[in-house]
C-alpha cells in the first residue's frame, strides 16, 4: 500500500486547504505536513458516455446529445439554431432509436455497468489498499450529468479526485467532450474547485493490466472453436477489432485516437496466440465525411470472400455493453457477416465488471495518487482538443499555444466536415446516431 501521495499531489493539497483562490497564483511553498493517503477523502469520479434507461428518455437524452455545440458546431451562421436544429432532430430520430433499444431490452445498459464498475472499483480500493474513496460516475448525455456529479463530490467534502473517462484511448469527440465540461463547472465554482486537488487519466489503452485483460477474453472465444469448425475453416482463426470510428478531419486536427488505438491492438495481438490472423476496422461512420478506414461493414464481406469461416469480433474502444456492442455489432454486423459467407462467429464481450479489468482499474488509481497531478485543462490541451473548436485560456498555466495557425484551419475543417454530416441527416432523414453509439 502506498504510505503517502505524490508530492506533486500533496504539495497542491496541502496549499488547497490553506489558501482560498486561484492555486496557480502561488508559485511554491513549504510543505511542513505531508497527509498520510488514510487522512485524505479521495474520490474517482468516472466519465462515460451515459444512455436512455427508458423509451421515455430517448427524446431527452437525444436532444442533449445534438444541443451540444463539442460535438455538433454548426456554422457561425447556424450556430443560434443549434437548440431548434436538436430539438427537430431528435424529434424524428426518437421512434427509430426507441426500436433499437427495444431490440436490447428497452434501454441503455450504460449506466448499470457504469456504477457496477464503480462499486467494484471502491471495493477493491478498500480491501488491497486500504484506501476509503468514494466513487462517482459522470455521464455526458444523460443522467447523472456531470453537474450532479460534482455537486455530490463537493458535499462529501472530496480534497483528492481522480477523473477516469471509461474510454481507454482518448478521442476529443468522447473524453475531450467530457473533459470539457469538467473544466467549465470548475471554473464556475473557483472556490470548490481550489479546496479540491484533482488529476486526470486521460487514456490508459496501453495499462499492462488493460492489454492483458482484453488478450484474456479474446483467446477465450479463439479458444471455443471446435475440431469441426477449425477444419471448416482450414485451421484458421481470425480477430477482427472494430473500433469506433471518428471523422479522418478529427485526426488531421490532432486528435490522438487512431494512434492510440493502433498501438492498443498491437500490444493486445502481442499476447494472442500465434496461429490468430488479426484485422482492425471502424465501425459506425455515418454521412458523406470521410472516416476512419476500413470500415467494419466492408471488412466483413471482404473476410467472407477471402473464405473466413471462424471470426471473433472484438469491440475494442468500449468498456461495457451498450447499444454499439449490443444491436450494432450483434444484431447488424453478425447478419452481414452471416450473409457473407462467415460461419462461425464469436463476439468477445466488453471488460464490463471482469475481474482483472477492476483490479487495474484499482491499480491505476492508485498509480494516478503517486504520479504528477494533470489537471482536466492540461488533459485538454495535451490530447489538442483545443484545436477542434474549444478553446481554453492557457496564458494562466503558462502554457503557449502551438502552431495556433495550424490548429484553426485543422479545427474549421473538422468542423465543417461534422456539420456537413448535420446538414444531410437535416436533408435526407439518414441518422447521426451511430456516429455516438446510439
Not at 215 to 235: M, N, P, Q, V
Request: contains cysteine.
Amino acid at each position: 500500500m502506498p504510505e503517502r501521495l505524490s508530492p506533486s499531489f500533496t504539495s497542491k493539497l496541502s496549499a488547497a486547504t490553506v489558501f482560498e483562490g486561484d492555486l496557480n497564483s502561488i508559485p511554491s511553498m513549504e510543505v511542513t505536513t505531508v497527509p498520510q493517503a488514510s487522512d485524505t477523502k479521495i474520490g474517482i469520479l468516472l466519465l462515460n458516455l451515459g444512455g436512455p434507461e427508458t423509451g421515455d428518455d430517448v427524446e431527452g437524452f437525444l436532444y442533449n446529445l445534438f444541443a451540444d455545440p463539442d460535438i455538433i458546431r454548426l456554422p457561425p451562421p447556424l450556430a443560434p439554431l443549434q437548440n431548434l436544429i436538436a430539438l427537430g432532430i431528435s424529434k424524428r430520430r426518437a421512434p427509430k432509436s426507441r426500436e433499437a433499444y427495444q431490440s436490447i431490452g428497452g434501454g441503455s445498459p450504460i449506466l448499470k455497468y457504469s456504477n457496477a464498475q464503480a462499486n467494484l472499483l471502491k471495493k477493491r480500493l478498500r480491501a488491497e489498499y486500504g484506501i476509503d474513496a468514494k466513487t462517482y460516475i459522470a455521464m455526458r448525455y444523460w443522467r447523472p450529468f456531470t453537474e450532479e456529479a460534482l455537486e455530490a463530490i463537493e458535499r462529501d467534502g472530496i480534497e483528492a479526485l481522480v477523473i477516469i473517462p471509461l474510454y481507454p484511448q482518448f478521442s476529443i469527440s468522447t473524453s475531450g467532450s467530457s473533459l470539457r465540461v469538467l473544466a467549465e463547472e470548475f471554473a464556475k465554482d473557483a472556490a470548490a474547485s481550489t479546496s479540491m486537488v484533482h488529476t486526470v487519466v486521460p487514456s490508459w489503452y496501453d495499462r499492462p493490466g488493460y492489454v492483458g485483460c482484453m488478450a484474456s477474453l479474446i483467446t477465450k472465444e479463439l479458444d471455443s472453436f471446435t475440431e469441426e469448425e477449425l477444419e471448416r475453416g482450414g485451421g484458421q482463426r481470425h480477430v477482427l477489432f472494430s473500433a469506433h470510428g471518428v471523422p479522418q478531419s478529427y485526426i488531421a486536427a490532432g486528435d490522438p485516437y487512431k494512434k492510440q488505438i493502433e498501438a492498443c491492438v498491437a500490444q493486445i495481438t502481442a499476447e494472442l496466440p500465434e496461429d490468430a490472423t488479426v484485422h482492425l476496422s471502424y465501425q459506425s461512420r455515418v454521412g458523406p465525411i470521410e472516416w476512419l478506414r476500413p470500415y467494419t461493414d466492408d471488412v466483413l464481406p471482404r473476410l467472407g470472400k477471402e473464405g473466413v469461416k471462424n471470426l471473433v469480433v472484438v469491440p475494442i474502444s468500449f468498456v461495457s455493453e451498450h447499444i454499439e456492442t449490443l444491436e450494432e455489432i450483434d444484431i447488424e454486423y453478425r447478419e452481414l457477416a452471416e450473409e457473407n459467407g462467415i460461419e462461425n462467429w464469436r463476439r468477445c464481450p466488453a471488460l464490463n465488471t471482469d475481474q482483472t479489468f477492476i483490479e487495474d482499474m484499482a491499480d491505476m488509481v492508485v498509480d494516478a495518487l503517486m504520479e504528477p497531478v494533470q489537471t482536466v485543462t492540461e488533459a485538454c490541451i495535451n490530447n489538442n482538443v483545443e484545436n477542434v473548436g474549444v478553446e481554453f485560456d492557457t496564458m494562466d498555466m503558462g502554457l503557449a499555444s502551438r502552431n495556433e495557425e495550424a490548429e484553426k484551419i485543422n479545427g474549421r475543417v473538422a468542423m465543417l466536415g461534422v456539420a456537413t454530416t448535420v446538414i444531410v441527416e437535416l436533408l435526407s432523414g439518414k441518422s447521426l446516431l451511430h456516429m455516438f453509439g446510439l
